[in-house]
């Protein structure tokens, strides 16, 4: 189109990336129509918003001010103090957290050791018995044994 610039042309003779141009041209920063091209619509920048583009300084600072070393220190010690109070509140509820599950396990422990010992009675009293009687599963007193 005569008298206007394609994106990429305009990119070039503002000293600007291509995405730079079409987000000014998004933001109103810069005027433009959008035609059909080659590849489908494109925005076409009138010559006259390049060149004025071009003389016009752009308004927010590309770097930030210092901060002055007391007000740097003073961000940076209250972020420290508040990383360490969350940290310690992790650290309380884990050990909350550790305490519950000890308590959970010697619980198990005692019920599973009631269990074992119960279990030792009760192979000790069937070792008390004769091993004829425990292969019949019978008691067989001394007395009821026969004589041939």
């Given at each position: 189109?005569e008298?206007?610039?394609?994106v990429?042309?305009?990119a070039?003779r503002?000293?600007?990336?291509?995405?730079?141009?079409r987000?000014?041209?998004?933001?109103?920063?810069l005027?433009?129509v959008k035609?059909?091209?080659?590849y489908?619509?494109?925005?076409?920048?009138?010559i006259?918003?390049?060149?004025?583009?071009?003389?016009?300084?752009?308004i927010?600072?590309?770097v930030?001010?210092?901060?002055d070393?007391i007000?740097l220190d003073?961000?940076?010690s209250?972020?420290v103090?508040?990383?360490?109070?969350e940290?310690r509140?992790?650290?309380?509820?884990?050990?909350?957290?550790?305490?519950d599950?000890e308590k959970?396990?010697?619980?198990r422990?005692?019920?599973?050791?009631?269990?074992i010992?119960a279990?030792?009675?009760?192979?000790l009293?069937e070792?008390?018995?004769?091993?004829?009687?425990?292969?019949?599963?019978k008691n067989?007193n001394?007395n009821?044994?026969?004589?041939?």
């Open positions: 189109m008298g206007y610039f394609s990429e042309e305009a070039s503002l000293g600007i990336s291509s995405a730079t141009v987000r000014r041209i998004r933001k109103g920063e005027k433009a035609e059909q091209g080659h489908g619509e494109q925005y076409y920048i009138p006259e918003e390049v060149n004025t583009a071009q003389t016009t300084p752009d927010v600072p590309l930030k001010p210092p901060l070393p007000e003073e961000k940076i209250a972020a103090r508040r990383e360490n109070e940290l509140q992790e650290i309380r509820g884990l050990r909350q957290e550790l305490a599950l959970q396990q010697e619980e422990v005692q019920e599973q050791g009631g269990w010992i279990q030792i009675h009760a192979v009293e070792k008390k018995r004769p091993w004829w009687s425990r292969l019949k599963g067989i001394n009821s044994v026969h004589e041939r």
